[in-house]
Protein backbone atom coordinates (compact mmCIF):
# COMPACT_ATOMS: atom_id res chain seq x y z
CA UNK A 1 0.00 0.00 0.00
CA UNK A 2 1.60 3.28 -1.07
CA UNK A 3 0.34 6.70 0.41
CA UNK A 4 -0.24 10.04 -1.87
CA UNK A 5 0.47 13.06 -1.23
CA UNK A 6 -1.30 15.20 -3.96
CA UNK A 7 -1.26 18.75 -4.79
CA UNK A 8 -2.05 20.86 -8.19
CA UNK A 9 -0.42 20.40 -11.09
CA UNK A 10 -0.99 17.87 -14.21
CA UNK A 11 2.31 15.27 -12.61
CA UNK A 12 0.32 14.32 -9.67
CA UNK A 13 -2.63 13.18 -11.94
CA UNK A 14 0.13 11.52 -13.91
CA UNK A 15 1.27 9.69 -11.01
CA UNK A 16 -1.72 8.69 -10.34
CA UNK A 17 -2.99 7.33 -13.35
CA UNK A 18 0.19 5.14 -13.73
CA UNK A 19 -0.42 3.93 -10.12
CA UNK A 20 -4.27 2.83 -11.01
CA UNK A 21 -2.12 0.92 -14.61
CA UNK A 22 0.05 -0.73 -12.40
CA UNK A 23 -2.87 -1.88 -9.89
CA UNK A 24 -1.08 -0.75 -6.84
CA UNK A 25 -2.97 -0.33 -3.80
CA UNK A 26 -3.09 3.36 -2.78
CA UNK A 27 -4.68 5.99 -0.93
CA UNK A 28 -4.58 9.60 -1.57
CA UNK A 29 -4.40 12.26 1.03
CA UNK A 30 -5.11 15.22 -1.06
CA UNK A 31 -3.14 18.67 -0.55
CA UNK A 32 -4.74 20.51 -3.29
CA UNK A 33 -5.82 23.69 -3.18
CA UNK A 34 -9.29 22.92 -4.15
CA UNK A 35 -9.64 19.53 -3.55
CA UNK A 36 -9.18 17.72 -6.57
CA UNK A 37 -9.47 14.30 -6.11
CA UNK A 38 -12.36 14.34 -3.45
CA UNK A 39 -14.23 12.20 -6.40
CA UNK A 40 -11.34 9.07 -5.58
CA UNK A 41 -13.15 6.58 -3.24
CA UNK A 42 -9.92 6.09 -1.70
CA UNK A 43 -8.77 10.40 -0.92
CA UNK A 44 -8.53 11.95 2.19
CA UNK A 45 -8.53 16.06 2.87
CA UNK A 46 -6.66 16.06 6.00
CA UNK A 47 -5.23 19.63 7.20
CA UNK A 48 -1.65 19.69 7.59
CA UNK A 49 -2.16 20.75 10.87
CA UNK A 50 -3.75 17.46 11.95
CA UNK A 51 -0.77 15.06 11.70
CA UNK A 52 -2.26 13.11 14.02
CA UNK A 53 -4.59 11.79 11.62
CA UNK A 54 -2.45 12.25 8.60
CA UNK A 55 -0.03 9.42 10.91
CA UNK A 56 -2.99 7.20 12.00
CA UNK A 57 -4.54 7.20 8.59
CA UNK A 58 -1.05 6.11 7.34
CA UNK A 59 -0.36 3.36 9.92
CA UNK A 60 -3.55 2.26 9.60
CA UNK A 61 -3.24 1.40 6.06
CA UNK A 62 0.12 -0.49 6.73
CA UNK A 63 1.79 1.62 4.67
CA UNK A 64 5.30 1.78 4.97
CA UNK A 65 6.05 4.17 1.80
CA UNK A 66 4.57 7.76 0.81
CA UNK A 67 5.44 9.79 -2.01
CA UNK A 68 4.99 13.71 -3.17
CA UNK A 69 3.51 14.44 -6.07
CA UNK A 70 2.34 18.16 -7.61
CA UNK A 71 2.42 21.99 -5.42
CA UNK A 72 1.49 21.46 -1.95
CA UNK A 73 1.14 25.36 -1.52
CA UNK A 74 1.63 27.13 1.60
CA UNK A 75 -1.02 27.18 3.95
CA UNK A 76 -3.06 29.84 6.04
CA UNK A 77 -1.53 28.27 9.47
CA UNK A 78 -3.29 31.18 11.53
CA UNK A 79 -6.22 29.43 10.68
CA UNK A 80 -5.30 26.00 11.25
CA UNK A 81 -6.91 23.45 13.65
CA UNK A 82 -4.08 21.19 15.07
CA UNK A 83 -4.63 18.14 17.04
CA UNK A 84 -1.64 17.06 19.23
CA UNK A 85 0.89 15.91 16.65
CA UNK A 86 0.41 19.34 14.92
CA UNK A 87 0.97 21.37 18.24
CA UNK A 88 4.28 19.50 18.33
CA UNK A 89 5.80 19.43 14.48
CA UNK A 90 3.85 22.63 13.75
CA UNK A 91 6.47 25.26 14.99
CA UNK A 92 9.23 23.35 12.78
CA UNK A 93 6.68 23.62 9.53
CA UNK A 94 6.24 27.31 9.97
CA UNK A 95 9.69 28.11 10.30
CA UNK A 96 10.28 25.73 6.96
CA UNK A 97 7.60 28.14 5.00
CA UNK A 98 9.73 30.96 5.15
CA UNK A 99 12.05 29.40 3.04
CA UNK A 100 9.27 29.00 0.22
CA UNK A 101 6.90 25.97 -0.66
CA UNK A 102 9.57 23.36 -1.05
CA UNK A 103 10.71 23.60 2.57
CA UNK A 104 7.35 23.00 3.43
CA UNK A 105 7.02 19.45 1.86
CA UNK A 106 11.25 18.94 2.74
CA UNK A 107 9.90 19.61 6.49
CA UNK A 108 7.29 17.08 6.65
CA UNK A 109 9.28 14.55 5.03
CA UNK A 110 11.50 14.81 8.19
CA UNK A 111 8.17 14.72 10.45
CA UNK A 112 7.51 11.35 8.53
CA UNK A 113 11.35 9.80 8.68
CA UNK A 114 11.13 10.26 12.38
CA UNK A 115 7.93 8.52 12.64
CA UNK A 116 9.76 5.72 10.33
CA UNK A 117 7.84 6.46 7.65
CA UNK A 118 9.83 6.34 4.38
CA UNK A 119 9.17 8.87 1.26
CA UNK A 120 10.24 7.73 -2.06
CA UNK A 121 11.03 9.69 -5.26
CA UNK A 122 7.77 11.40 -6.76
CA UNK A 123 8.66 9.06 -10.24
CA UNK A 124 9.72 5.71 -8.75
CA UNK A 125 6.46 5.06 -10.47
CA UNK A 126 7.15 6.88 -13.75
CA UNK A 127 10.86 7.11 -14.37
CA UNK A 128 9.42 7.46 -18.22
CA UNK A 129 8.87 11.35 -17.18
CA UNK A 130 12.44 12.11 -16.43
CA UNK A 131 14.90 12.18 -19.78
CA UNK A 132 18.52 10.94 -19.66
CA UNK A 133 21.04 12.19 -21.62
CA UNK A 134 21.24 13.39 -25.06
CA UNK A 135 19.53 15.38 -27.70
CA UNK A 136 15.34 14.71 -28.34
CA UNK A 137 15.00 17.34 -31.25
CA UNK A 138 15.96 17.63 -34.72
CA UNK A 139 17.37 21.04 -33.80
CA UNK A 140 20.64 21.04 -31.64
CA UNK A 141 22.56 23.60 -30.06
CA UNK A 142 25.19 25.18 -32.23
CA UNK A 143 28.68 26.24 -30.79
CA UNK A 144 27.32 29.80 -30.03
CA UNK A 145 24.65 28.09 -27.81
CA UNK A 146 27.18 25.60 -26.44
CA UNK A 147 28.80 28.87 -24.93
CA UNK A 148 25.86 30.06 -23.57
CA UNK A 149 25.32 27.03 -21.89
CA UNK A 150 28.56 26.42 -20.28
CA UNK A 151 28.15 30.06 -18.90
CA UNK A 152 24.73 28.56 -17.31
CA UNK A 153 25.92 25.62 -15.92
CA UNK A 154 28.66 27.84 -14.35
CA UNK A 155 26.43 30.01 -12.82
CA UNK A 156 24.24 27.29 -10.90
CA UNK A 157 27.56 25.92 -10.03
CA UNK A 158 28.10 28.79 -8.03
CA UNK A 159 24.82 28.73 -6.23
CA UNK A 160 24.60 28.49 -2.33
CA UNK A 161 22.21 26.02 -0.29
CA UNK A 162 19.79 28.93 0.19
CA UNK A 163 19.19 29.89 -3.95
CA UNK A 164 15.88 29.44 -4.75
CA UNK A 165 16.77 29.76 -8.73
CA UNK A 166 15.67 26.42 -10.88
CA UNK A 167 15.90 28.16 -13.86
CA UNK A 168 17.48 30.70 -16.12
CA UNK A 169 17.36 32.13 -19.40
CA UNK A 170 21.33 32.55 -21.04
CA UNK A 171 21.74 34.53 -24.27
CA UNK A 172 25.37 35.31 -25.46
CA UNK A 173 27.42 33.41 -22.59
CA UNK A 174 25.44 36.21 -20.13
CA UNK A 175 22.50 35.52 -17.71
CA UNK A 176 19.02 38.09 -18.82
CA UNK A 177 16.94 36.35 -16.31
CA UNK A 178 16.67 34.11 -13.16
CA UNK A 179 13.45 32.34 -11.77
CA UNK A 180 12.56 33.11 -8.81
CA UNK A 181 10.09 31.60 -5.56
CA UNK A 182 7.36 32.92 -7.85
CA UNK A 183 8.24 29.69 -11.10
CA UNK A 184 9.56 29.63 -14.84
CA UNK A 185 6.32 31.27 -16.22
CA UNK A 186 6.68 34.23 -14.62
CA UNK A 187 10.24 34.76 -15.00
CA UNK A 188 9.28 34.51 -19.14
CA UNK A 189 6.34 36.68 -18.60
CA UNK A 190 9.42 39.53 -17.98
CA UNK A 191 11.37 38.68 -21.04
CA UNK A 192 11.27 41.22 -24.18
CA UNK A 193 9.52 39.18 -27.03
CA UNK A 194 12.17 37.16 -29.76
CA UNK A 195 15.33 36.95 -26.83
CA UNK A 196 16.65 33.93 -28.98
CA UNK A 197 18.13 32.72 -25.34
CA UNK A 198 17.45 29.32 -24.20
CA UNK A 199 15.77 28.02 -21.07
CA UNK A 200 18.01 25.87 -18.52
CA UNK A 201 16.18 24.52 -15.53
CA UNK A 202 18.21 22.38 -12.87
CA UNK A 203 17.42 21.46 -9.65
CA UNK A 204 18.46 23.68 -6.44
CA UNK A 205 21.88 22.68 -4.70
CA UNK A 206 21.06 19.87 -2.00
CA UNK A 207 17.31 19.83 -3.38
CA UNK A 208 15.82 16.80 -2.43
CA UNK A 209 15.21 15.09 -5.79
CA UNK A 210 12.40 12.73 -4.01
CA UNK A 211 10.62 15.95 -4.84
CA UNK A 212 10.24 19.29 -6.68
CA UNK A 213 12.13 18.15 -9.27
CA UNK A 214 12.14 20.77 -12.27
CA UNK A 215 9.33 20.62 -14.64
CA UNK A 216 8.64 20.98 -18.44
CA UNK A 217 5.06 20.52 -20.19
CA UNK A 218 3.66 21.71 -23.28
CA UNK A 219 2.74 25.26 -21.71
CA UNK A 220 6.53 25.59 -21.51
CA UNK A 221 7.25 24.73 -25.10
CA UNK A 222 4.24 27.34 -26.06
CA UNK A 223 6.26 30.03 -23.39
CA UNK A 224 9.49 29.40 -25.02
CA UNK A 225 8.11 30.13 -28.76
CA UNK A 226 6.11 32.78 -27.68
CA UNK A 227 9.48 34.59 -26.08
CA UNK A 228 11.61 33.31 -28.97
CA UNK A 229 13.76 31.20 -27.22
CA UNK A 230 15.93 28.83 -29.05
CA UNK A 231 16.02 25.92 -26.87
CA UNK A 232 15.45 24.27 -23.17
CA UNK A 233 18.34 22.53 -21.30
CA UNK A 234 17.82 20.02 -18.67
CA UNK A 235 19.82 17.57 -16.26
CA UNK A 236 19.74 13.85 -16.92
CA UNK A 237 17.56 11.86 -14.56
CA UNK A 238 16.67 14.83 -12.43
CA UNK A 239 13.69 16.22 -14.39
CA UNK A 240 10.01 15.49 -15.21
CA UNK A 241 8.66 16.20 -18.97
CA UNK A 242 5.36 15.91 -19.38
CA UNK A 243 3.55 14.75 -22.25
CA UNK A 244 6.63 14.20 -23.93
CA UNK A 245 5.70 13.40 -27.16
CA UNK A 246 3.51 16.07 -27.57
CA UNK A 247 6.28 18.51 -26.16
CA UNK A 248 8.85 17.01 -28.76
CA UNK A 249 6.62 16.89 -31.88
CA UNK A 250 5.53 21.01 -30.70
CA UNK A 251 9.71 21.70 -30.61
CA UNK A 252 10.32 20.07 -33.90
CA UNK A 253 7.73 22.35 -35.41
CA UNK A 254 8.42 25.61 -34.14
CA UNK A 255 12.71 24.64 -34.47
CA UNK A 256 13.45 24.49 -30.81
CA UNK A 257 15.71 22.14 -29.46
CA UNK A 258 15.56 19.91 -26.24
CA UNK A 259 18.72 19.15 -24.92
CA UNK A 260 19.33 16.68 -21.68
CA UNK A 261 22.86 16.72 -19.96
Known amino acids: MI ?6 TDFSENVLNKIKKLKKKYFIID ?25 DLIKDKKSKKVLFAGKIAKPKFSSLRLDFKG ?13 GDA ?27 ALKSGNYTKL ?17 NKLNDLDHVQALIVNDSKIVAKEGREGTRKMLAKLKKKTK ?11 DLRMDLPTIGLQTL ?22 KAKCIHFANKNRIFIKVI
Open 197 to 207: GILIKFPKKKQ
Open 222 to 243: KDCKRYGLKGIILKSKKNIILE
Open 140 to 156: KPNNKDLASIKAGIKYF
Open 87 to 99: IYYMPGVIKAAKK
Open 3 to 8: GLFLGD
Open 31 to 55: FSKNSKFKKNKYSHRISIGKFGKIL
Open 103 to 129: AIIKAIIKILNNEGIKVISSISFNPEL
